[in-house]
């Protein structure tokens, strides 16, 4: 299948690596970036458009998702097969007398870490059987965990995406300031970071947590909340030790 990829964020960037190195006929980049456009041309090889949309089987747009409603309205193929990679959207979003679907990678991505595509998750939906198979040979090609899910359930996967990743980094970012400010070097987290993330490939998070919340020990809970002079972290450190008691009343 001729393909056409939308986009030059990180997940166009990603994607278009992805479908090159699995020999995947990507015959156009299309977007309205043209000097990450041609950024990506050059890593890829494969050539790029700001105005002309090339004819194509296969549509795959990885813009944000405020902007797939809009640039789904220059397709015009009846023949093609659409897809966005938006997490939370319905297949509805795209505009067009075209096949629809949605083909969504869950990982996070960065336009300078390379990835090991073939690890990354790819959940396909649409609404013919026959575009379902097509979907799937075509991830297949790229990674070996694939996944047709509906839209219910692929909303649900992003919104666990954000607590396991999103909200996670975060809390990171604030364990930097907090070292930071005292002249710690972040880097000596990264061990706890490391065996954290490690220890959940063989228990269940639930079973993995560790810490004051858990023991429910109020008098180091208390200390530390004394520690802290930023309002916002002092919330955070207060919301997340709550929710954390919660789950583990008897």
């Excluded at 297949?91 to 390379?114: C, I």
Aim: glycine share 4%; charged share 20%; hydrophobic share 40%.
């Amino acid at each position: 299948m001729t393909t056409v990829i939308i986009g030059s964020g990180n997940v166009a960037w990603h994607m278009a690596k992805a479908f090159t190195a699995a020999g995947i006929d990507l015959i156009q980049l299309y977007g309205r970036n043209e000097a990450e456009l041609k950024k990506l041309s050059d890593e890829v090889q494969v050539d790029y458009a700001t105005q002309h949309l090339k004819e194509a089987d296969f549509y795959l747009i990885c813009t944000s998702d405020k902007a797939i409603t809009d640039i789904s309205k220059q397709i015009v193929s009846e023949k093609a097969l659409v897809a966005h990679t938006s997490g939370s959207l319905s297949r509805d979003v795209l505009e067009g007398p075209y096949r629809k679907a949605s083909f969504y990678p869950l990982q996070t991505f960065s336009k300078n870490r390379a990835l090991d595509y073939s690890k990354i998750p790819i959940f396909v939906d649409a609404g013919w059987e026959s575009d379902n198979i097509i979907l799937a040979d075509i991830a297949r090609k790229i990674s070996a965990n694939v996944m047709r899910i509906n839209h219910e359930q692929r909303k649900q996967m992003h919104l666990s995406a954000v607590f396991a990743c999103n909200f996670v980094n975060h809390l990171y970012a604030q364990a930097e300031i907090i070292c930071s400010q005292n002249d710690i070097p972040f880097s000596y987290l990264l061990p706890l970071i490391e065996e954290t993330a490690d220890k959940i490939k063989t228990f269940s998070p639930k079973e993995a947590q560790t810490g004051p919340a858990v023991r429910n020990d109020q008098n180091v809970i208390q200390f530390q909340e004394g520690l802290i002079d930023n309002q916002n972290q002092l919330d955070l450190y207060k919301t997340l030790t709550e929710s954390i008691i919660k789950m583990y009343e008897l």
